[in-house]
């Protein structure tokens, strides 16, 4: 497949090439700019629009992005609440982690 592409395609093989490097897709994600998470749930894809919101301490290959389709009123006041708690934000289903 990636020949194929790569072959009939060029344009598209070409654009694909920054998102070989975990360094560049990090630099990507949390550049600021948001962009489309693509996840797969039962074979079924859901996209989603996110904006890059950190990085784990533990491993580094594991962001979190925030859903933009959700408000984040909410979020941010949970935030502050656990922030004053010194909890875990594992519960916030507004952002998500992916690994790099």
């Keep these: 497949m990636a020949r194929h592409i790569r072959d009939q ?7 694909l090439m920054p998102m070989v490097d975990k360094a560049d897709v990090t630099a990507r994600v949390l550049s ?3 962009h489309c998470l693509t ?7 859901t996209a989603r629009p996110v904006i ?4 784990s301490n533990d491993n580094p290959t594991m ?12 979020v ?3 935030l502050r609440e656990l922030g004053t708690r010194n909890q875990k934000t594992r519960s916030i289903f507004a952002i998500r982690q992916s690994r790099v």
């Design 76 to 78: 941010i006041d949970r």
């Design 32 to 34: 600021g700019k948001p």
């Design 9 to 15: 395609a060029p344009d598209v093989w070409s654009s």
């Design 52 to 55: 890059g919101c950190g990085q």
């Design 63 to 74: 962001l979190g992005v925030f859903d933009l389709s959700r408000d984040p009123t909410g």
């Design 39 to 45: 996840e797969y749930h039962m074979g079924r894809p």
